[in-house]
């Protein structure tokens, strides 16, 4: 189980740092090329959209289990999904 655990754990924090990643650089990509800011919180949205839906769909597929796997930390990314979601919507930022 430790090995296996220290792997997920490593899969979701390489996760993480990908979605961290992208969601500094991308904005930046749109803002280079012109793209206005309603578009720039429309694909943020439209990104914390999609993620919660994967994380929603790998915790329907493999269901909740009583041991602990990954299915803890998909519905961990789920929850973080959709905090995402809500954050963009209400956020300070986006409403300037």
């Known amino acids: 189980m430790g090995k296996y655990f220290l792997i997920v754990t490593l899969?979701?924090?390489f996760i993480l740092a990908w979605m961290d990643v992208f969601l500094k650089?991308?904005?930046?990509?749109?803002?280079?090329?012109?793209?206005?800011?309603?578009?720039?919180?429309?694909?943020?949205?439209?990104?914390?959209l999609?993620?919660?839906?994967?994380?929603?769909h790998t915790l329907l597929q493999r269901g909740m289990p009583?041991?602990?796997?990954?299915?803890?930390?998909?519905?961990?990314?789920?929850?973080?999904?959709?905090?995402?979601?809500i954050k963009s919507f209400f956020s300070r930022k986006n409403s300037e």
């Open 11 to 13: 899969l979701i924090l």
């Open 25 to 48: 650089w991308y904005p930046r990509f749109l803002e280079r090329r012109g793209a206005s800011p309603e578009l720039k919180i429309n694909l943020q949205r439209i990104f914390w």
């Open 50 to 56: 999609v993620m919660a839906l994967l994380f929603w």
């Open 66 to 85: 009583e041991e602990f796997s990954i299915t803890h930390f998909a519905y961990t990314l789920f929850v973080v999904s959709i905090y995402g979601v």
